[in-house]
């Protein structure tokens, strides 16, 4: 039987899966974040809205830098030597994040709470993927790449 894991085809087919699905869940996050913008805008006082935008703008920064972050540090240029993620990269983004939010509180211009909830736009994005990538497999009884 014949093994196609090293065939260039198949890893071009996987960088683009992994691409749509990246634009996908970024694109999620954006629009989760700007519905619940939207919404506080109505139903909460200005500071819930601008502690969503805060927390949300960081979270779409923090989703893009990790996926640089993740591609560099796994992005061999020896055959035979580990993939190394630096710490301080890591360490670094989360400092930018923890800083942002704390001078917005200390402007007394955002809400923690509301800041916290912007963070978490990943959680709705990931349930959106899981929610198609079901309907394909489930509907169409079909694999989507």
């Known amino acids: 039987m014949t093994d196609f894991t090293d065939s260039p085809g198949t890893s ?6 992994d691409e749509a699905l990246n634009r996908r869940i970024f694109w999620t996050m954006g629009t989760t974040v700007v519905l619940a913008i939207v919404v506080s805008l109505v139903v ?8 969503i935008a805060l927390g949300g703008s960081l979270s779409l920064l923090n989703f893009h830098w990790m996926r640089g972050s993740i ?3 796994f992005t ?6 580990k993939p190394s993620i630096g ?6 983004r989360y400092f930018v994040v923890t800083l942002a939010v704390f001078v917005g509180y200390l402007l007394n211009v955002v809400s923690v709470p509301a800041a916290i909830l912007g ?18 497999a489930i509907i169409h009884r079909e694999e989507v790449g």
Request: charged share 15%; proline share 6%; with cysteine.
């Open 12 to 17: 071009a087919l996987n960088s683009q899966a």
């Open 44 to 51: 909460g006082p200005w500071r819930v809205s601008t502690g």
């Open 71 to 73: 591609a560099a540090a």
């Open 76 to 81: 061999v240029a020896d055959p035979g030597k």
């Open 87 to 92: 710490i301080g990269h890591y360490l670094l």
């Open 119 to 136: 963070l978490c736009s990943f959680v709705p994005a990931l349930f959106a993927e899981a929610v198609r990538e079901f309907y394909f």
